[in-house]
């Protein structure tokens, strides 16, 4: 324990650390099977840390009895302890215009996406929302994710440094834009990739910083800056390829007319050899088959945003044809398109999309898709995502009675699955009781902690 034998940053954070609650996490995709296959649930569980990675975890009462002296043993019992949230796509620079109403994608951009993104020029206004960001995702559970920032290299300087203080695990690039945008936010094929280059060289592999070319869409390249952001790629080939594909019909018909050569929209990325390993599309909501399995084929990942889908009117993914032509998907809140930083509200919504489907999204698979499914399609599953022996200690404390409603629902809860299902669909921040970034406690909503 703990001097006072409660959970918290009090104690020697060099000792080893034994957190103990129910535990859950998947050593494998549970598929569309409601049985929990692939998932380990240990219900009075100890998740043993050193230095800041798993050693193992196992069955409290087995593991407490061999427990040296050295060990912090910090009491979550009552509570569920899941891997640290993974958030596939989202714009931090877009915080500030969350919620911002009445519009689909196209219109939304001009009215309120770039005259926000025009204040990342102050480079002192992009440490401000870049603390912001990241203490919100750390309030949410969130300890990964892959970020868009502004065409301005100051936004992704800001966000790194930001991150690499609390040693998040963060992916992140500068956007690249030379046409079809406000003169403010425009930078030019030559300039977006001195730019690129020069963050990759000071960020990619910096710590656990990871950078992403990050084209914003098709429409707002040239070819010729195309071009240079297939040479980035081929000159850096373990980056990350971050945008945006057929989110909105009135964007995928622009694509047609802009790039008439093009056999769909995916096929303009495929052009310049940016689909592939370790590049990551928003949305993929108006892709055909033979889309949906290029991308499979050459290891790309789909991004699901429900909410930002629901938000704009963008149309409902199809979760069910990306799993059969084996296509990886990872879970995204897109903010600030997407309405929550909580990746519990955003499967809240990823269930109601698949059920206006006609398909439905186990609680199992949810937990999948935000936590080990998300280190996959980030080409992470080695260090994060689960429990394993070795993987970096990036977890959250989930409280089942964070709420009176939650309270109420959950009485004597006894089923995870129940359990998880409820929480995915009726928890939020508030249900994040704590979050910890390699065994460090980074939030708590009974103590601050500084960032
Ligand atoms: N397509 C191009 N830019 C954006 C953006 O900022 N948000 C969303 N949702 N779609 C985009
Ligand atoms: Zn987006």
Not at 25 to 35: A, E, I, N
Not at 144 to 154: D, E, R, S, W
Not at 161 to 190: E, F
Not at 423 to 435: E, H, S
Request: net charge negative; with cysteine.
């Amino acid at each position: 324990m703990t001097a006072a034998g409660q959970p918290g940053q009090t104690g020697d954070i060099a000792r080893p650390l034994a957190v103990r609650g129910a535990i859950i996490h998947c050593r494998s995709d549970p598929g569309d099977s409601s049985t929990g296959v692939g998932v380990e649930y240990l219900p009075d569980g100890l998740l043993l840390v050193d230095r800041g990675r798993v050693l193992r975890s196992g069955p409290a009462p087995e593991l407490l009895r061999d427990l040296g002296e050295q060990w912090r043993v910090l009491d979550y019992s009552g509570k569920l302890i899941v891997p640290g949230f993974v958030d596939c796509h989202v714009h931090y620079p877009q915080t500030d215009m969350i919620a911002s109403y009445g519009a689909q994608l196209l219109d939304w951009l001009e009215q309120y996406t770039f005259p926000t993104e025009r204040h990342f020029e102050d480079a002192g206004h992009a440490r401000e929302v870049a603390d912001f960001f990241l203490t919100e995702l750390l309030r949410n559970g969130t300890t990964t994710a892959l970020v868009f920032g502004t065409v301005h290299p100051g936004s992704v300087e800001a966000f790194f440094a930001a991150s690499a203080r609390r040693n998040t695990r963060m992916v992140a690039g500068k956007v690249l834009m030379d046409r079809n945008a406000p003169d403010y936010l425009r930078d030019s094929p030559g300039t977006g990739y001195r730019d690129s280059k020069a963050l990759i060289e000071r960020w990619h592999g910096n710590g656990r910083q990871a950078y992403a070319v990050t084209p914003r869409f098709a429409p707002t390249s040239s070819e010729a800056q195309l071009e240079q952001v297939g040479r980035l790629a081929r000159e850096h080939p373990d980056v990350y390829i971050h945008s945006h594909v057929a989110e909105n019909r009135g964007e995928v018909d622009w694509v047609a007319e802009l790039f008439p050569w093009s056999r769909s929209y995916l096929d303009v990325y495929d052009r310049y050899r940016l689909v592939r390993r370790r590049s990551v599309y928003a949305h993929c909501i108006h892709l055909d088959p033979q889309d949906r399995q290029r991308m499979s084929e050459m290891g790309a990942v789909a991004a699901f945003c429900p909410t930002s889908n629901l938000f704009l009117g963008s149309g409902l993914f199809d979760l069910q044809a990306a799993d059969q032509c084996g296509l990886r998907v990872g879970l995204a809140t897109d903010v600030g398109a997407g309405t929550s930083f909580s990746m519990l509200q955003t499967l809240n919504e990823a269930y109601k999309v698949l059920q206006m489907r006609g398909h439905s999204l186990s609680p199992y698979r949810g937990l999948y898709l935000a936590t080990l499914g998300g280190a996959r399609a980030l080409d992470m599953d080695g260090v994060i995502g689960n429990f394993e022996s070795g993987r970096e200690a990036d977890f959250v404390v989930l409280d089942p009675a964070a709420t009176p409603l939650l309270a109420r629902r959950l009485t004597g809860w006894s089923d995870p699955a129940d359990l998880l299902f409820a929480l995915m669909m009726l928890g939020d921040d508030r249900a994040v009781a704590a979050t910890y970034v390699m065994g460090v406690l980074k939030h708590s909503r009974a103590e601050p902690v500084a960032a």
